[in-house]
């Protein structure tokens, strides 16, 4: 299942950013929507939040997006989502944080360095998170 949801999430981030052609919104808004709907059914919410991260920022990536603004934009998602998942907002960074790391890790290159600097520079992400996961 959750090979699944990496790809249904990534899939659904590039049908949005191409319909709508704003990224923090599609990524946003995909990652609210992906959370919702698998809250009910995943036996490990916080797992399955990793994982939508990840696909919604593979997603961004492969239709040419800045992998920082969807790592950011993924993040902030999933925290804004939390509360409609019954996570709390904590757990929440620290499992997409997580995921937004596997993500730049899959990307490779230069990517995870970026994605660090851009997410300890998020003002929307608890700082004390932040250094926790990433260091």
Do not use: H
Request: charged share 15%; net charge negative; glycine share 10%.
């Amino acid at each position: 299942m959750l090979v699944q949801l990496i790809d249904d999430t990534k899939n659904a981030v590039v049908a949005a950013v191409k319909g709508a052609g704003d990224i923090v919104t599609a990524v946003r808004g995909v990652v609210t929507t992906q959370l919702t709907g698998v809250a009910k059914d995943a036996t490990n919410v916080t797992m399955a939040l990793a994982d939508v991260v990840e696909g919604a920022i593979e997603g961004a990536v492969s239709v040419g997006a800045d992998i920082s603004t969807a790592a950011v934009s993924a993040v902030e998602g999933a925290i804004q989502a939390s509360g409609n998942v019954g996570v709390s907002a904590t757990d929440a960074a620290e499992a997409a944080l997580s995921g937004a790391v596997k993500a730049a890790n899959k990307v490779g290159g230069d990517s995870l360095t970026v994605v660090k600097s851009a997410l300890s520079s998020a003002a929307a992400i608890p700082a004390d998170v932040v250094k926790k996961v990433l260091g």
